[in-house]
């Protein structure tokens, strides 16, 4: 998660102090994972590193890997291959023992991260932030996801309680604003330069690539 305020600097900060990760340690990434209570009705416990720590009895394995069952397995040969892998037939078999569909636990997830991103922003910004400022979210997603995942995704958005506006990127464009945003950085790069951007992504391990002209406002 990164917020930035749209200030004279403009500086991006990093949320890196997640609850549960090692002592010491700084994280700028947030495990995408979720567990239940064992006994019915299977309430939700714990999220990112605390569910993927040490455990007690009453508390599941962790639910992970559920965000690629948000596309449906026909609707690109990457996830089809994808659909064949030790992780997905955990989360598939985690999701029928629970009575949990992905939509459930991807809102589980959501509304977790984003209550913890409110409660740090707010100690920083004031408990107030949400109405003191003007609050613009934005959502990355897979680019290979169709339009009816990516409407999916936003009503998944609205039901952990992000705002009623949201922007969905695709996580390729993401990474290429990033970098042009870096060109006062990086002074090799000039107009009419193309550059490629190269998501391999973590869950398949399939490239997709987005070409960008650098130029003059485009």
Same mark, same amino acid.
């Given at each position: 998660?990164? =917020? %930035?305020? *749209?200030?004279?600097?403009?500086?991006? #900060?990093?949320?890196?102090? =997640?609850?549960? #990760? &090692?002592?010491?340690?700084?994280?700028?990434?947030?495990?995408?994972?979720?567990?239940?209570?064992?006994?019915? /009705?299977?309430?939700?416990?714990?999220?990112?590193?605390?569910?993927?720590?040490?455990? *007690?009895?009453? @508390?599941? @394995? /962790?639910?992970? =890997?559920?965000?690629?069952?948000? #596309?449906? &397995?026909?609707?690109?040969?990457?996830?089809?291959?994808?659909?064949?892998?030790?992780?997905?037939? !955990?989360?598939?078999?985690?999701?029928? *023992?629970?009575?949990?569909?992905?939509?459930?636990?991807?809102?589980?997830?959501?509304?977790?991260?984003?209550?913890?991103?409110?409660? #740090?922003?707010?100690?920083?910004?004031?408990?107030?932030?949400?109405?003191?400022?003007?609050?613009?979210?934005? $959502? !990355?997603? +897979?680019? %290979? =996801?169709? /339009?009816?995942?990516?409407?999916?995704?936003?009503?998944?958005?609205?039901?952990?309680?992000? +705002?009623?506006?949201?922007?969905?990127? /695709?996580?390729?464009?993401?990474?290429?604003?990033?970098? $042009?945003?870096?060109?006062?950085?990086? &002074?090799? $790069?000039?107009?009419?330069?193309?550059?490629?951007?190269?998501?391999?992504?973590?869950?398949?391990? %399939?490239?997709?690539?987005?070409?960008?002209?650098?130029?003059?406002?485009?």
């Amino acid at each position: 998660m990164a =917020w %930035v305020l *749209n200030d004279d600097k403009k500086e991006i #900060q990093l949320i890196s102090n =997640w609850p549960g #990760q &090692p002592v010491l340690g700084i994280s700028n990434k947030v495990p995408t994972a979720v567990t239940y209570r064992t006994t019915e /009705p299977h309430d939700f416990i714990s999220w990112g590193f605390e569910a993927t720590g040490r455990r *007690n009895r009453e @508390e599941s @394995e /962790p639910f992970t =890997w559920f965000k690629l069952l948000l #596309q449906p &397995p026909t609707a690109s040969s990457e996830i089809d291959m994808a659909a064949h892998s030790p992780e997905l037939s !955990t989360i598939t078999r985690l999701l029928e *023992n629970y009575g949990k569909t992905a939509e459930d636990v991807t809102a589980d997830y959501l509304r977790e991260i984003w209550n913890y991103t409110r409660r #740090q922003l707010g100690q920083i910004l004031g408990e107030n932030f949400m109405t003191d400022y003007s609050v613009r979210v934005v $959502l !990355t997603i +897979p680019a %290979v =996801w169709t /339009p009816s995942s990516i409407k999916l995704a936003r009503r998944l958005a609205h039901r952990a309680g992000f +705002p009623e506006h949201i922007e969905l990127v /695709p996580e390729p464009e993401a990474a290429a604003v990033a970098v $042009l945003r870096e060109s006062t950085t990086r &002074p090799h $790069l000039k107009v009419g330069d193309v550059i490629t951007i190269c998501d391999a992504g973590g869950g398949t391990c %399939v490239s997709y690539g987005l070409i960008l002209k650098i130029g003059n406002g485009e």
